[in-house]
């Protein structure tokens, strides 16, 4: 049976948030005079992911994750630079940072009509609007649902049961959470009762705890999943 709803994630599954978090932050390092080295990108991302899956445990708050991010990043690197204006600037740059997955426009051109689109983010509100507003997806979209507009963020239960009352008509047999994540984007459509679709292009192992309904490697196979 198709799908009718497709909540489908936005960073990695159809913007591109690791060009995106690139180039913001060589942005921000080249205008401290701060090497942009891949070792060093690397390290702020695997940083910032760190924080971002303590965030979804609720170990911390969001403006802890805005904040501490830059703070320990700093300190690693023994760089003197205030970590509250790095971040000020690196959300500013990223909101710039508007990109499509190749591939991500296609689906969303073949599903509408026949399935509603919504995005479901976890992320700060003005960086989201300002990265998603411009991209030629967004007419495609009935609704964009921002964790910080919504107070809670996946993978809570909390959040899908305020996405599920926003969307008029909305049945949980019909519907269908698409992401790269398997912490927040997965193991909150389980949460949710709902069937999951892991956008995995990089093949990895699905792990037995957290068991998604599909897994897909392709763009083509997610529309084949949702409209079949």
Not at 81 to 90: F, G, I
Request: proline share 6%; hydrophobic share 35%.
């Amino acid at each position: 049976m198709p799908y009718k709803i497709a909540l489908m994630d936005a960073d990695n599954t159809l913007l591109d948030f690791t060009r995106s978090e690139h180039d913001a932050l060589c942005e921000c390092l080249v205008a401290r005079g701060i090497p942009t080295r891949q070792e060093i990108i690397d390290r702020y991302s695997k940083i910032n992911d760190d924080h971002w899956k303590m965030l979804e445990r609720g170990e911390i708050t969001r403006e802890y994750l805005r904040i501490n991010r830059f703070a320990q990043f700093f300190k690693e690197y023994g760089l003197d630079h205030d970590p509250t204006n790095m971040a000020n600037d690196y959300l500013m740059a990223l909101s710039t940072k508007s990109y499509l997955l190749d591939g991500a426009l296609e689906l969303c051109q073949h599903l509408y009509g026949r399935c509603r689109l919504f995005i479901i983010t976890n992320g700060n509100t003005f960086v989201q609007k300002g990265r998603f507003d411009p991209c030629p997806i967004a007419p495609l979209v009935e609704n964009c649902f921002i964790s910080e507009e919504l107070g809670c963020s996946k993978p809570e239960k909390a959040y899908f049961d305020i996405v599920s009352d926003m969307i008029p008509g909305f049945d949980p047999r019909e519907t269908i959470v698409v992401g790269d994540s398997l912490t927040s984007d997965i193991q909150g459509g389980i949460n949710a009762g709902l069937d999951t679709c892991w956008f995995n292009p990089q093949s990895k192992p699905l792990p037995k705890h957290i068991p998604a309904t599909y897994v897909a490697q392709s763009f083509s196979e997610i529309e084949k999943i949702i409209l079949d």
